[in-house]
């Protein structure tokens, strides 16, 4: 038996409504994936309820500045900044942002490549 | 309003073998606020999966952590298995589920050994550390391998543990369970060992929700979830239910993962007596094409691991998403009004692995 889970496609616009209904909802954020694609990046983000766990995708280009969604989800900085660092995806308002410095790495962003 | 200065804490502290750096803001002896700083062993082995074959990097996945090294092996494979579509054969999910019983117990152990090393106890601390060895000797026997064992594959395990072995171990476990029942009362009964984890560091229910807590922190805190409930490996045919405690301090978050240990001598007690025979592992024909998404509980707490795979035998994208890496936001929401002194205390009681953290 597998655990069964859904994948939604979001567009970045919406993701801070969408994080602000799952607050509402009673979700906790449980984390928050970028993958590199050809034109951009396609992010996950995770929640759960309980046991039941839900993602949201979002697929943007390399230039397409993303919300913060750790104004509405605490910990949320640690994701924004990992995806930051090593990705180099856009993210603003980030409520702690490390500016870069969360990982020590000689070379920027080494996972954009 | 006292006097107002910051305290490094870190990178190399002597409780923590494992280099964070907390920043904390301190008003006379009482901490305000702690500022996180990490990073210093980032290694980057999620990028290795985009130029190593999907099976060979089972023992880079292994090398994430030292102590959950079988957990992370395993569930990588489990989140491969899930792209391909493979279905294990039933005997090896059962090693996989006794193997990962077993780490739990080794790294409960280890943890308790340090706690007791922080507080000063250091016979405790010997004691603990002489207990798991016992595990370690196990694991030895039945993998060839102390820390990293490189029993996973995917489609199954790599090695079996025959009828006698398990028997033994059973053996073992009875013995070692009366010597740890007499050890693990020195931890909750003792009174100085009390008054330095009570009502210490303490995360509510509700704090704990907010903050996305997991592991023995989050049942510590009352709230009942624990990711073996979602059966992978096994645990769809063990009784497995979660330890939860409600005070939310430094004592419950010792109690829970105490209990997790005769927990695990539990399940596996269960799953030796339900292990079937047949095969370890079968073939897994073709290359990785699809997404997944695998959440196992780890002993620190769930672990979340995402695979993609294109077609190729190089994998797209392998992520994880650890435990400390999710707790370190209540680490940080519960030092906020300790006392200077009970930091360490507090930092251990996440049981952070920064290795795994950074990956």
């Known amino acids: 038996m597998r655990e069964e889970y859904k994948i939604i496609e979001l567009q970045p616009e919406r993701l801070v409504d969408t994080a602000m209904r799952l607050k509402r909802d009673l979700y906790r954020l449980v984390q928050i994936c970028a993958v590199r694609i050809e034109s951009g990046y396609e992010l996950t983000y995770s929640f759960a309820k309980e046991y039941e766990f839900l993602n949201y995708r979002l697929v943007i280009n390399e230039d397409v500045v993303v919300t913060s969604i750790s104004g509405v989800f605490e910990t949320a900085f640690l994701y924004e900044n990992e995806m930051k660092d090593l990705f180099g995806v856009n993210i603003d308002l980030i409520n702690l942002d490390y500016k870069g410095n969360l990982y020590r790495i000689e070379k920027p962003t080494p996972y954009k490549e | 309003m006292g006097n107002r200065s910051i305290v490094p804490f870190g990178p190399q502290h002597p409780v923590l073998p494992e280099p964070i750096h907390l920043d904390l803001v301190v008003e006379d002896e009482k901490v305000v606020e702690a500022i996180p700083s990490i990073g210093f062993i980032h290694r980057g082995l999620e990028h290795i999966v985009k130029k190593k074959d999907f099976n060979d990097y089972v023992y880079v996945a292994e090398r994430v952590c030292g102590i959950c090294s079988f957990m992370h092996g395993m569930s990588y494979c489990e989140a491969v298995e899930r792209v391909m579509d493979v279905d294990i054969p039933e005997r ?168 997790e240990i ?41 672990a979340i691991y995402y695979v993609k795979g294109n077609g190729t035998k190089f994998l797209d994208r392998f992520r994880v998403r650890t435990p400390t890496f999710a ?16 930091v360490p205390i507090l930092i251990l009681t996440i049981d952070p692995c920064i290795s795994c953290t950074e990956r």
């Not at chain 2, 769809?236 to 829970?256: K, M, N, Q, S």
């Not at chain 2, 519960?334 to 009970?342: E, R, S, V, Y």
Request: glycine share 8%; hydrophobic share 40%.
């Open chain 2, 92 to 259: 090896a999910k059962y090693l996989r589920t006794i193997w990962c019983e077993m780490s739990r117990i080794h790294s409960h152990m280890l943890w308790l050994g340090l706690l007791a090393d922080a507080f000063g106890f250091e016979s405790l601390f010997y004691q603990c550390w002489r207990m798991r060895e016992k595990i370690l000797d196990m694991f030895e026997m039945s993998t060839g391998g102390r820390v990293i064992f490189s029993v996973n594959k995917v489609g199954g395990v790599l090695r079996d543990m025959d009828h006698e072995m398990l028997s033994n171990f059973i053996k073992q476990f009875d013995d070692m369970e009366k010597d740890i029942i007499e050890l693990t009362n020195v931890f909750l009964e003792d009174y100085t060992v009390n008054t330095r984890l009570r009502d210490v560091g303490i995360l509510t229910k509700e704090q704990g929700l907010e903050l996305g807590v997991v592991g023995p922190m989050m049942r510590a805190s009352g709230i009942a979830f624990d990711t073996r409930k979602l059966k992978y490996a096994a645990y769809e045919w063990i009784d497995v239910e979660p330890v939860v405690a409600t005070e939310g301090d430094c004592y419950a978050r010792t109690y829970v993962r105490i209990k």
């Open chain 2, 262 to 302: 005769f927990q695990a001598f539990d399940i596996i007690r269960q799953a030796v007596k339900q292990i079937p025979d047949g095969e370890i592992a079968i073939k897994a024909k073709g290359m990785p094409n699809g997404e997944a998404f695998v959440r196992v509980e780890q002993p620190r707490g769930e």
């Open chain 2, 327 to 342: 707790n370190i936001p209540s680490l940080l929401e519960t030092t906020k009004g300790a006392q200077l002194a009970d």
